[in-house]
């Protein structure tokens, strides 16, 4: 998705950034999304990796070979890496389970990564904290965007907007906090250092989030 996105921009030039805004606010995605990329085009633009993503002509990089043939997807990442990592690891994400809300929590695919990280993501943090913890009694080193990874200022200004705005921060609000350049930035951490992502998908089938789509456009591109 973000290639796509550098690729249009780079081919077109940025005259034509209010057109795929325009044309990203009527789509799937939202409008929260398509504000996001009108505020951080440049930003996107800038990102070697996205440059290198996209390639001269739009040839994107081929894709990791599949670790195994389980049912769980693990999909490319959007570069070569020279290892993968450890088959133990993904093998216990694969099969990790937890409960949360009543509902079975797994996950629904995976982009390994170069070493032991993993990071889990998921639509709400109530499925993606239980899920995490169980692979982290496997002794595998897990990381979410939780705790200490938001700062104090991120969590007092998202307090004060949820107040203002009866617990339903609009997405034109929200993709312009910090709590999102936080959320961004650890996602942008992850892909960075190699880290292998196990996605949990939305167990509890809620509405979309601005924050979960922002993460998986990051992480998986294009792929839903």
């Not at 077109?12 to 805004?21: D, F, N, Q, S, Y």
């Not at 085009?41 to 990089?61: C, E, F, I």
């Amino acid at each position: 998705m973000l290639e796509g996105i550098v690729l249009y921009l780079t081919a077109r030039g940025i005259a034509k950034l209010p057109e795929l805004v325009a044309h990203l606010r009527n789509s799937r995605l939202g409008a929260g999304f398509a504000t996001w990329v009108e505020n951080n085009h440049q930003r996107l633009m800038q990102n070697p990796k996205l440059k290198q993503s996209a390639g001269a002509g739009g040839v994107a990089t081929k894709p990791v070979k599949v670790l195994d043939h389980t049912n769980v997807p693990e999909q490319p990442r959007p570069k070569k890496i020279k290892k993968a990592a450890p088959v133990d690891t993904i093998t216990k994400i694969k099969n990790t389970t937890a409960t949360a809300r009543g509902t079975t929590v797994s996950a629904k695919r995976i982009l390994p990564g170069t070493n032991d990280n993993v990071a889990v993501i998921g639509r709400n943090m109530d499925a993606v904290k239980p899920f995490a913890d169980a692979l982290g009694k496997q002794g595998i080193e897990v990381e979410t965007f939780s705790g200490s990874k938001i700062s104090k200022a991120a969590n007092d200004a998202f307090k004060e907007l949820s107040t203002r705005y009866g617990g339903k921060i609009p997405d034109d609000v929200l993709v312009n906090t910090k709590m999102f350049s936080e959320n961004q930035a650890w996602v942008e951490g992850i892909m960075n250092k190699g880290g292998t992502v196990a996605d949990i998908g939305n167990p509890f089938d809620a509405g979309k989030s601005v924050f979960y789509e922002m993460e998986k456009s990051i992480i998986f591109g294009g792929i839903k």
